[in-house]
């Protein structure tokens, strides 16, 4: 029954430990912030529960995730090397969406073409006339639209500038990053959600504006042309807004002039180039993930961090062969010493065993009679042993022995066996101290005899017999080799 507990209190043992290491690791490290952490995850539960080391079950899955990582400014590499063994900056929105109302002023277009066109003058002379008049409000009319349209545009220009900046700043956390793109594009299209299809509409509705706009533009001023030639040629001499038509063939001739530079084709390539900063920063994960089998005892990762290279116009370079890493200037790197838990270790180790039985008692012919007297009940065994435990990665590991020993010093008893519990100490397990059941060979009177009887002689040899006895064991040993995994 001893014996039958013993194997019961290792199996639940080894069952328990199994059904812990069972798992997998997640590493989670913030790039930002230096901050590393790790969780162990079972089937249907990617995220896991935090624990305090990197611990993994054989045969499981490491997972790696950097947060809060810029790909767009840098790149990373992981090394998993495997062994046996026995304050973040921010920046305020307001700061960045002020400009966006109207970054180059609401006259910028007028100023671009240099002209004089007055808005507000005197109703009298040609203006009088209800034909002049009118021309001359649809001019302003689609000044004002393409003044405005030139705006719009150059707030796109300044969000695209102002994106590329967030896109390639090292130090913003990355959902910073996105969610300030997210709001600068959603003021310009005075939406709270862009979508795709929002680049294309925004593109259709401009051109179309634009191409109205210079269209009642021109008409107008041939209108109002044709309007002040007749008002000049019935009014000789002096007269209210004498010498307008000039300003107004001047006006046309330098919106022309302009046209050949912001035109539909100019609007469409600005907003085609916010589309794609935006869609690069929105549709980037801004993680490095990485994952690995855990195999062996232990895993060495080294996490190492590069500064992509910068071009002319403040962009990165991308680095698709990781071979070429090592070229670029690394920034840091990082650490992580992972524990494999799970594989059975097998170890010998050669010491003391010291078993206990009940029956102790020696026998003599003492007078020709029967007589026992009291016997050793520990002796002194060399013991030889076979060690097998979980490797947890720690100094200190439980298992379970058997082993065989030979008395030193008691020549009435034989081999002794030995199984139980083994408690190890160093890495490589070293020492042992063991404990549990003993199997030996006691003295017993042969079949008939008792302690009392009277033998035929004085010198008469008392029969005696080998009885295979339980008992118990404590022992200590040093491993001398280790002989399988």
Not at 337 to 347: A, E, N, P
């Amino acid at each position: 029954m001893k014996t039958a507990r013993i194997y019961l209190v290792v199996i639940v043992f080894m069952a328990l430990f199994q059904t812990t290491s069972a798992q997998s690791l997640r590493i989670v490290y913030d790039f930002i912030q230096d901050d590393i952490r790790y969780y162990k995850t079972q089937p249907g539960d990617p995220i896991g529960k935090e624990i305090a080391s990197p611990i993994v079950g054989r045969n499981k899955l490491v997972t790696l995730e950097v947060v809060n990582f810029n790909k767009f400014v840098y790149a990373a590499n992981a090394t998993y090397t495997s062994k046996v063994v026995e304050t973040q900056s921010d920046m305020g929105l307001l700061d960045v969406i002020t400009p966006l109302v109207n970054p180059m002023g609401s006259g910028s277009f007028f100023k671009a073409l240099g002209g004089t066109l007055p808005e507000e003058i005197g109703r009298g002379g040609v203006l009088s006339t209800r034909g002049a008049s009118s021309a001359y409000d649809e001019i302003l009319e689609a000044y004002d639209n393409l003044t405005d349209l030139e705006a719009s545009v150059k707030s796109i220009e300044y969000a695209a500038t102002k994106l590329n900046k967030l896109k390639y700043n090292p130090y913003l956390p990355t959902d910073t990053i996105v969610r300030m793109c997210n709001y600068i594009v959603g003021q310009i299209f005075n939406k709270p959600v862009v979508n795709p299809s929002d680049f294309s509409q925004v593109i259709v509705t401009m051109s179309r504006d634009y191409n109205k706009s210079v269209s009642d533009l021109k008409t107008s001023s041939v209108a109002f042309l044709r309007e002040y030639d007749s008002y000049a040629s019935r009014n000789e001499g002096q007269f209210a807004g004498r010498g307008l038509d000039q300003v107004v063939r001047n006006f046309n001739n330098e919106v022309n002039d302009v046209s050949g530079r912001f035109n539909t084709d100019y609007i469409t390539k600005q907003i085609d180039y916010l589309e794609t900063v935006y869609t690069s920063i929105v549709a980037t994960r801004f993680k490095f993930n990485s994952s690995h089998a855990a195999k062996d005892d232990e895993i060495d990762l080294l996490l190492s961090f590069f500064k992509l290279p910068v071009n002319d116009d403040g962009t990165t370079s991308s680095v698709s062969d990781l071979n070429n890493l090592n070229a670029l200037p690394k920034i840091k790197e990082k650490k992580v010493s992972i524990t494999v838990r799970g594989d059975m270790k097998v170890t010998t180790s050669v010491g003391l065993a010291f078993p206990r039985y009940q029956t102790t008692d020696d026998f003599i012919n003492r007078d020709s009679f029967i007589v026992s007297q009291p016997g050793s009940r520990s002796s002194p065994n060399l013991g030889g042993y076979v060690n097998f435990y979980p490797y947890t990665g720690r100094t200190v590991n439980l298992g379970g022995t058997f082993g065989v020993g030979v008395p030193l010093q008691d020549e009435n008893r034989n081999v002794n066996m030995y199984m139980g519990l083994t408690m190890l100490f160093g890495a490589e397990s070293r020492v042992s101290l063991h404990g549990g059941a003993s199997l030996g060979q006691v003295k017993k009177l042969g079949e008939g005899y008792a302690v009392g009887d009277q033998l035929l002689s004085s010198t008469q040899v008392v029969p005696v017999r080998n009885v295979w006895e339980w008992g118990t064991f404590i022992g200590i040993s040093f491993n001398i080799s280790k002989v399988g995994q």
